[in-house]
């Protein structure tokens, strides 16, 4: 099965630290979205692509969150300066709208950050 | 803007017990529907979707879903619930009328906990 791939699994760093995490999409696919999961907020759409294009970060916290997709194989989310409360899972997804009969995301592992 | 409403947070059954999960979205249009499960320490799943024809959708593991255009419902369904069935279960809907692409909108999640 094709599969989305995030690294890293898991991430504990310093408050202030700059964090970098990666996602893989499926080859493919052409949105890719980023997430956030916590107990308190639930999931979190933070940034989506189209094409590499950004289309909606909205839900993302633009003074210290940043996404890219320098190409259609690697998207990535940077925080910078990272903090105690950035602590979350956060999910990649990949999807393609190519077709209506093929929406639906497969979603990545995940990246459980812990910022202390 | 769509939402989603799942009116059960967390729900308690007893093996072999019947589930149904509420799920109700506000917009009125062509809607591409989906349930996705999470096990626990794991990431989202696709359970089932419905994109058109049949309003009743089989997913896996013996959940269905039958989407009820009139009442904006997409509630989830099974028979017989094991432990394994454990997990948070998320609605979401994407708007095929509204240029969203693939942009899922999920509901919050329903807790299900299977005692065995």
């Known amino acids: 099965d094709a599969r989305v791939t995030q690294t890293p699994r898991h991430k504990v760093t310093e408050m202030g630290q700059e964090v970098t995490m990666r996602c893989q999409p499926i080859?493919?696919?052409?949105?890719v979205f980023w997430y956030r999961q916590t107990m308190m907020q639930g999931l979190e759409l933070l940034a989506y692509?189209?094409?590499?294009?950004?289309?909606?970060d909205s839900g993302m916290p633009k003074d210290r969150f940043s996404a890219e997709m320098p190409d259609a194989t690697l998207a990535t989310l940077k925080i910078q300066p990272s903090e105690p409360r950035d602590s979350a899972v956060y999910f990649c997804a990949s999807g393609a709208d190519y077709s209506r009969a093929n929406y639906g995301y497969t979603f990545g592992s995940g990246t459980r950050l812990t910022v202390v | 803007a769509q939402s989603v409403s799942q009116h059960n947070h967390h729900v308690i059954l007893s093996e072999a017990a019947s589930l149904e999960l509420g799920c109700n979205y506000s917009y009125g249009g062509t809607v591409n529907l989906f349930w996705y499960v999470q096990y626990p320490g794991q990431h989202l799943q696709l359970l089932l979707k419905?994109?058109?024809?049949?309003?009743l959708v089989k997913g896996i593991k013996g959940f269905e879903a039958e989407f009820i255009k009139s009442k904006f419902s997409f509630n989830l369904r099974k028979p017989s619930v094991q432990w394994s069935d454990t997990a948070e279960y998320f609605c979401a809907v994407n708007d095929w009328d509204n240029n969203a692409g693939n942009m899922l909108t999920f509901g919050g999640g329903t807790r299900l906990m299977v005692k065995p």
């Open positions: 080859l493919g696919h052409n949105t």
């Open positions: 419905y994109f058109s024809g049949d309003p």
């Open positions: 692509f189209r094409n590499r294009a950004p289309l909606d």
